[in-house]
């Protein structure tokens, strides 16, 4: 969705570039990557960060949990408490990624927070053709929901005071993926936990004619306008906390286990579309690559699809590419994410791209399904 005119042009008076489609990339100076606010998210504990346009879809009906739960890979029996979330995955019949999401327990309906072009790219299309008999209604709220994010450890808590929750909102109180709605400033909003930062962050949804009421509001309580971060920071903070996108990394050529997705993965469950795969796999227990993240320091970023070479008996040998890169939250390094061969994908692999050598990382590990 477009943003509207006022708050574009709210966003522009704190330094933001806004591109298509309103989409924020960056805020101050261009080349900067978004320092001060990611500066403001990961030291001074608070700041926004634009996240829309991202796609919300709404899943209710009597029929939905038992529906959505045979084309899942997770467990929805873990959804049962109002405001309880999880990451999913939807794959295909060979166990490829159709889509991923962040869902939430919203009364009577789910609540499913998408990558931007999900839906259009095919998962809407392989969510109705499922739909037979069953009373499941899907209900795309993208266009009438604005997404933003406060990130930073003092966020839960800021929250708290601004708002009134149907759940106790603080430093804590909501697990990952888990959430809350209630008012802010007699608007509505709606809080879900995401682990797109190294600190606690959350992003909430509401109605884009109220962005700039609820925005003051939290301000108002923190006694001073806060910085703000475009997409260049949103990436530094994803990178450094070790977490794929959907659309970036993640692809209809990549399963669920090769991308570090064993929490949206559930094994005593039963039936989903393309399982046998999945546990196939599980067994087997070697994918042909995996997902890494890699440390770099460099004074430059290399290219994206840079191929990458791993140390193997003392020898160079080429065994994977880099995906996505971007400068850390600190400043001093690079992050990146590299898809490697099997043989090479060890934790602590010594690896190398170009002239710069580092060492594979484990993904940021998340609560299970």
């Not at 053709?129 to 009373?135: A, D, F, N, S, V």
């Not at 993208?142 to 708002?163: D, K, M, P």
Request: proline content about 4%.
């Amino acid at each position: 969705m477009a943003i509207s005119q006022q708050i574009q042009a709210n966003f522009e008076a704190r330094g933001a570039v806004v591109g298509e489609a309103g989409r924020v990339r960056f805020v101050g100076q261009e080349g900067a990557d978004d320092q001060v606010g990611v500066e403001a998210v990961l030291e001074e504990g608070l700041g926004w960060v634009a996240r829309s346009p991202r796609e919300t879809l709404t899943i209710a009906g009597d029929d939905a949990i038992p529906w959505l739960q045979g084309l899942v890979t997770s467990d929805l029996m873990g959804l049962v408490e109002e405001g309880r979330g999880q990451r999913t995955t939807w794959v295909s019949h060979t166990g490829r990624f159709v889509g991923e999401a962040r869902l939430m327990h919203f009364p009577e309906m789910l609540l499913v927070d998408l990558e931007p072009g999900t839906l259009a790219g095919g998962l809407m299309s392989h969510l109705r053709r499922h739909i037979i008999l069953e009373k499941v209604t899907l209900n795309d709220r993208s266009a009438e929901t604005f997404v933003l994010g406060l990130y930073g450890r003092g966020a839960a808590q800021v929250l708290g005071q601004s708002g009134t929750w149907a759940h106790r909102m603080a430093p804590g109180s909501l697990t990952m993926f888990g959430g809350t709605w209630g008012q802010i400033a007699g608007c509505g909003v709606v809080v879900q936990r995401v682990p797109w930062s190294p600190e606690e962050a959350y992003e909430l949804r509401l109605d884009p004619a109220e962005v700039l009421k609820v925005m003051a509001a939290v301000e108002e309580v923190v006694g001073r306008r806060l910085s703000m971060c475009g997409e260049a920071g949103f990436e530094r903070l994803r990178l450094t906390a070790g977490v794929p996108r959907f659309g970036v990394e993640l692809h209809e050529k990549v399963i669920p286990l090769e991308a570090g997705f064993e929490d949206a993965i559930a094994y005593d469950k039963g039936c989903y579309l393309g399982q046998e795969i999945i546990a196939r796999l599980d067994t087997r227990g070697t994918p042909a690559k995996m997902l890494r993240g890699v440390r770099l320091k460099a004074g430059r970023a290399p290219e994206v699809g840079a191929k990458v070479e791993a140390l193997i008996d003392g020898t160079w040998s080429q065994k994977g590419e880099l995906v996505s890169v971007a400068r850390d939250g600190g400043g001093a390094l690079y992050r990146g994410l590299v898809f490697m061969k099997r043989g090479a994908y060890e934790v602590g692999q010594t690896i190398r791209i170009g002239e710069l050598e580092g060492e594979l990382e484990a993904l940021l590990s998340l609560p299970g399904a």
